[in-house]
């Protein structure tokens, strides 16, 4: 059973930063590639920063330049460093893992969230 965790939300003062957390276990198939997703309250789920297993690293322009995302040696843990924190970037992140567990077909998990809340 793959889990997905998502750890280090909080409520911060506009300005401060954050560092996430997500770990994912359960597997030994290859993970194609992690991200990080965020959902504000009556908004549809958005992307905010995926890395590949190449490394290749991709950033909503709404974040770009503030977050960073990166992952650990084994390729199993990935963190979003969250700096200059506005409170529009108040949401519930999720973490996503894609897992190539067949030739041809990709599995997507997710975590359950962690919120991060920012006031002005």
């Known amino acids: 059973q793959v889990q997905v965790v998502e750890s280090g939300g909080g409520l911060v003062q506009a300005g401060g930063s954050l560092r996430l957390s997500c770990a994912a276990s359960g597997t030994n198939f290859s993970i194609e590639a992690m991200g990080w997703y965020r959902e504000a309250p009556g908004k549809e789920r958005e992307l905010v920063a995926t890395?590949?297993?190449?490394?290749?690293?991709n950033y909503a322009d709404a974040v770009k330049g503030r977050f960073t995302i990166s992952r650990d040696n084994a390729k199993t843990t990935v963190y979003l460093e969250m700096i200059s924190l506005k409170p529009e970037d108040t949401a519930v992140y999720y973490c996503?893992?894609?897992?190539?567990?067949?030739?041809?077909?990709?599995?997507?998990?997710w975590g359950r969230g962690t919120q991060v809340t920012v006031s002005g």
């Open positions: 890395i590949l297993r190449g490394g290749n690293t």
């Open positions: 996503n893992v894609v897992i190539r567990e067949r030739p041809t077909i990709s599995f997507r998990y």
